[in-house]
């Protein structure tokens, strides 16, 4: 009998324990996340794409501030595309099944309100826009986008990465070595959209090089210089997921369309 009480008082506080830790996991924000939000253009649209990548602080009362990047390809109105940072405020609630609202004010003026699910205890969020406020315009597109938890722990190691542009539809995917003293290498693989052949897309390959810097708040920079081959390429990113994962998206981008993707460590 003692045994069966024993195992039964056992049971309740393992039950209890893991109740306390589901409810601890995390059904409000607090801390700083990175975010990569892209809008996705429909079919037959004008919209030559645009992305915005930064790091938000939520203060786990309803209060948030950060920081943003804000790219926008060529397009019919925007030839010569576009790319902006500042800072950003806002507000959010939160539910007790982890979905909630996310009210953002950039400070161009642009007002956007997300629906949101906070998921991996707490450490990851997933949005999609549901509405904007004058002069924000978002026919033809839907926005969504994650945000991870930031890191500021030192950058260095090396990473595969995926990098899309939208919406010419090509993708880059490769390795980044990072050396933690400011220097980044690596390779890439690009790979178009195949206009004539049906079994041979158009492919690129090569190596690159640059520097990078990061930021006290996780946001960083990568700059790979011309070659003989590129133009100079821009790169701002933000370190997430206790440094082991990168969100990353290329400023001002020539050409069409908007590129961004995320990083993993080997």
Known sequence: MNHVRLLSRLTWLVL???LRTASAQSTTLNGSYGFLI??????????GGSAVLGVLNFDGAGNMAGTYTFEVGDSADQPAGLNLSGALTGTYTTNADRTGTLNVILDLGLSFTFGIVIT??????????????????????????????ASTSPLKGSYGYQLSILPNASVSIGAMNFDGAGNVSGTLTFVGV?????HQPPVFTGNLSGTYLLNPDGSGAITLP????????????????????????QTGRRGNGVQFGSARLF
Do not use: E, H, W
Request: aromatic share 2%.
């Open 38 to 47: 892209n809008a996705i253009v429909s079919q037959g649209s004008m919209d």
């Open 194 to 198: 195949s206009r004539d052949d049906p």
């Open 16 to 18: 209890a324990l893991m």
């Open 226 to 249: 011309p070659t003989d081959q590129s133009n100079q390429q821009n790169y701002s990113f933000v370190a997430v997921d206790g440094g082991s994962g990168l969100l990353v998206l």
């Open 120 to 149: 991996d205890g707490g450490k990851g969020v997933q949005l999609a826009a549901t509405g904007c406020t004058d002069p924000c315009d978002i026919r033809g597109v839907v926005i969504t986008g994650v945000a991870r938890a």
